[in-house]
């Protein structure tokens, strides 16, 4: 059991080295998507039920611009790749 947990934590510091296949920029902008995706789950779940779910907008706002300024710099990354980098 120990060594299982030892060996999902090594590959989820491989995330963070230089020589990985992962795209961080999609990692963080899908966390944040999600966040904002449960936060509206949460809004109408509490809105069926009669109160008001009171979180700041600018939270809310914040995770809105982590998500497209990640998912808008790996597209703007993406289109303007030179034939080196490939």
Do not use: R, W
């Given at each position: ?7 999902k ?45 009171p ?6 706002n ?25």
């Open positions: 059991m120990l060594n299982y947990i030892k060996k934590l090594m590959k989820f510091s491989s995330i963070f080295k230089d020589e990985n296949t992962i795209n961080e920029k999609n990692v963080v902008g899908f966390a944040s998507f999600a966040i904002m995706a449960l936060f509206a789950t949460a809004d109408i779940i509490t809105g069926f039920s009669g109160k008001d779910l979180v700041q907008e600018f939270i809310y914040s995770f809105v611009i982590i998500t497209l300024g990640c998912f808008g710099i790996d597209g703007i990354t993406k289109i303007f790749k030179t034939k080196k980098e490939e």
